[in-house]
């Protein structure tokens, strides 16, 4: 139920949310009526505790915050207010979010529901990381109120977030603090996966509100009416369809793929089920991903229903659950085993475990915010006086393992099949030709031969033993109403064998020798199709080697330091590396890999990076320098706080994308999928027409009798035909054309430092025809230095700088970054006592912060108005510009140097040159675009002369300046509109709108996280030779899959018609069964074979990327 009052002749609105145990808040004092009713409405209905002291009205924010924790039986109802000085701007703080959303994915969630002002991602000042939560300024009150109504205990990226309103104040990060509503059941959900982070205003049991319990609608209606307001009934909403409707993202193994039509049957299924959003498949990695609704569905249902579909599934991880897999030794009978059960009931924030008696697998979920993995182990070892001894297992090795695992099952079935199919060969084949044992095999043995027992009784085992599984995969593919390449198989070697078991039948019967049995036809047939499976199971392997040798780079074992309380450290404890937790100190030797992500608190040492980020030279490391998990280092002794880990951590993320890209399909495959769709169908017409267009010409006499082979007949010449047309054709080849080529270009621009996002993206990439540059950090190396410095109005220059400085220390722009530190430097050398810390205590405060894009920024200092930016940005505020600072600006801007205005209190007290040099790669891969075909173009918010200084320095043709963000995706849309395919290079926030609009967003690895996720690639090193590695990959990823489509189709459209015969009359060339099931294996992994000559790949080189040539 919701109320709704207002203020009678009101005309401004504002909604205010009453929830359980939650706060009232106001930004006005002349609200207090509002709030006075809503207290007396509490009163009214219940006893509640005394209410805290009101806190004094700060008379020039004109703030007012009262606190209360009542419970209005136990849901949500709303009171709107109308008040004339009602503010024109709020702000909302949204707080557990994942490392991996930036700015612009939050101004894309958030503008749904009003104008937004400006975005502002907490960030950790040591390690330029997110701190996980951010503000958002709206421009409207009821704006603010909606995101909260709408965004609160919502997904976003597998994490739940949770948004409150911000206090407005000088101090930004002033907030509210809130508390959630409580679990009144004790228990915690099931599919409860976050808790609340941040700050939460903690109310002891002794002081919670009892229940409220409303006595009617009216009665409620009523309170409010008497302290002055009108009132309205509304429908509340469902609100908790609202915050239960966040999907998690599960990560499967299916087993039993074939082909293309396999996976369409698999996506099928799954998409079809309650709850599912989203299913992709893939058929080279053998994974599938599935987004579904936890509230209508779980992993087990999944799992069963791709089980009762025929094919093999098991779970591996999912998205948003804090949940840990442990192999337990130790356990060696069911009193262990409920020992073990015991000891975990009693640990705390264990939420749900499962122990696996065959696998001594123990999968445990629980809650982070009670507990963490290493206290789980450590709990459960101590609990069981060490008689159990855990260690964690990765699922991306399970996983490995898994395809060890089925390379290691199809050796195991061929090598059976060529040890049972030998004796039949030799039997048909060699026997014959030995007089004393063809002789032995002649003996007859009741109805039939020695030799025919024999062949039966070995050909059998292989048919149904050994073959089983084609027979399986044929079924589920059936029941599903598919079709693929087992059903071809199951088809031809039966026939085979059923023809001879009737042959032999027949013969002892009518007691002739008429019609010869095949069965080595079969056996051979079963034994090269295995082999085929074999040697494509290794293939498809190789092709993931880019995402095992990613995994590889985690160390096993970290060393953790224990520290006293003084921070000394007391002990080194050789720990499980994926047991370490944020703000752990771990110690890292000279050669060894750097456990986590984190920040270097002690030591220096050069690091090798060039696993993770394609940077071959050693970096160097030192306190506050930031390391990456899986780089190695070289020389020295660091010891590092850990910030991240898990999903978090980089090596992590660069993985889960790899895994992702290989997982996604290109466009293109779409055609592989139309033909694997009719692939099946399409052939058995085709074996169907084979025989009786054979079988009819043979008794209508059409051919001579010589044609048939040895004691054949009609019958059986027409069948060999048919069945050699069945298997020899290979979907299989369509089917893997694509996937294998995107799986190994995906690994090998991951070992060159390109991220690529997708098959689409590098399909996009391949037929690029503009090449669209930001300026600042991209085509320069943002890292700009002030150059000159002007005051005009008799200000102190140290006075200026600190002014400047003090604004600037909000922003996160590379020139402002420049700013500052020109200013501290010049503070230190005037104060030397302050060269420890030189940003520590000399800045002044700021209020009211504001960064515009393509303008500059503006704030608050001493009650005075800051505005630092350019022309466009004074302009707007109706500051002159004098003819002697335009000149001055003039000649910056035609040395390549961008000129940025200062003004104070409405008057114009300064001007900086920065100048930001250009890398001293972009001249070189400029002319290599051109040399590629692509026309490069630079699009810069900077000033005109500027922009064309720095263009003509790196030679481009084509510019645009001063342009807004917002300007540039239209700039973008401008080069599109002729339907060319253009890639957008960017580095910073100001990008990203540009980056989302291009057919292919590029994104410089030095660039913020915001820029990153916009992307299509992710050029990790900081180096414009990347982009052309990049488009030269892909085009030679996009040829390959071209020719592998090629073969694929060249191979069935010329062997098809060989096994039907179509030749047979010219060139007297039968292809018998066998060879053809030979064939079918050959051709499917030829096609993984020429995917795998892209691990040949070699970027070119920056000597020879102008020998580039279009064509």
Known sequence: MRFVASEEGGKSREWIRILSHSHLWSTSPSRREMWAAAISLCRTYAAPPPLPPSPPVDSTRKNLVFCSPYQVNCRPFRVRASFSDYPLASRIVVRNLPYSVGESSLLEEFSNFGHIAEVKLVKDKATKMSRGYAFIQYTCQDDAVLALENMDHKKLNGRMIYVELARPGKDSHGLLKTCGPPDLSGKHSENENEKMAGNQSQFSSSSAAAPLFLRQDEDVKSAIEDAGFVVEILEEPNSSKTKNNGTLVGQFIIGGMTCAACVNSVEGILRSLPGVRRAVVALATSLGEVEYDPAHIGKDDIVSTIEDAGFEASFVQSSGQDKIILGVAGVFSELDANFLEAIISTLKGVRQFCFDWRSRELEILFDPEVVKPRSLVEGIEKGSSEKFKLHVINPYMRMTSKDVAEATNMLRLFTSSVLLSIPVFLIRIVCPRIHLVYSLLLWRCGPFMIGDWLKWALVSVVQFVIGKRFYVAAGRALRNGSTNMDVLVALGTSASYFYSVFALLYGAVSGSRSLPSYFETSSMLITFVLLGKYLESVAKG???????????????????????????????????????????????????????????????????????????????????????????????????????????????????????????????????????????????????????????????????????????????????????????????????????????????????????????????????????????????????????????????????????????????????????????????????????????????????????????????????????????????NGIEIPSHVENCLIELEDSAKTGILVACDRELVGVLGVADPVKREAAMVVEGLVKMGIKPVMVTGDNWRTARAVAKEVGIHEVMAEVMPAGKAEAVRSFQKDGSTVVMVGDGINDSPALAAADVGMAIGAGTDIAIEAADYVLMRNNLEDIITAIDLSRKTFARIQLNYVFAMAYNVVAIPTAAGVFFPWLRLMLPPWAAGACMAASSVSVVCSSLLLRRYRKPRLTTILEITVE
């Open 542 to 876: 190789k092709t993931s080697d880019a995402i095992k040798k990613l995994i590889e780079l985690s160390p096993v074992t970290a060393l953790l330091l224990i520290k006293d309380k003084g921070g000394r450290c007391i002990e080194e404890r050789e720990i499980d590396a994926l047991l370490i937790q944020p703000g752990d100190a771990l110690k890292v030797l000279p050669g060894a890999k750097v456990p986590a992500d984190g920040v270097v608190i002690w030591g220096s040492s050069y690091i090798n990076e060039s696993m993770v980020t394609g940077e071959s030279d050693l970096v160097l490391k030192e306190v506050n320098s930031l390391v990456i998990g899986g780089t190695i280092n070289q020389s020295g002794v660091l010891h590092i706080e850990v910030t991240r880990v898990g999903s978090d951590a980089v090596l992590s993320q660069i993985i889960s994308l790899v895994e992702t890209a290989q997982m996604s399909k290109a466009p293109i495959q779409k055609f592989a999928d139309f033909v694997a769709s009719i692939f099946v169908p399409t052939v058995v017409a085709m074996a169907l027409l084979t025989f009786l267009g054979w079988y009819t010409a043979g008794t209508l006499g059409a051919y001579p009798e010589g044609w048939l082979p040895k004691n054949g007949n009609h019958f059986v010449f027409s069948l060999m035909f048919s069945i050699s047309v069945v298997v020899i054709a290979c979907p299989c080849a369509l089917g893997l054309a694509t996937p294998t080529a995107v799986m190994v270009a995906t690994g090998v621009g991951a070992n060159n430092g390109v991220l690529i996002k997708g098959g689409d993206a590098l399909e996009r990439a391949q037929k690029v025809k503009y090449v669209i540059l930001d300026k600042t950090g991209t085509l320069t190396q943002g890292k700009a230095n002030v150059t000159a410095v002007k005051v005009f109005n008799g200000m102190d220059l140290g006075e200026f700088l600190k002014l400047v400085a003090s604004a600037e220390a909000s922003s996160e722009h590379p020139m402002a970054r420049a700013i500052l530190g020109y200013a501290s430097h010049f503070h230190c050398f005037e104060d030397s006592q302050n060269q420890k810390d030189p940003n520590s205590g000399w800045l002044m405060e700021t209020s009211e912060f504001c960064a515009l894009p393509g303008r500059g920024i503006q704030c608050f200092i001493d009650g005075k108005l800051i505005l630092i930016g350019n022309r466009k940005l004074l302009n707007e």
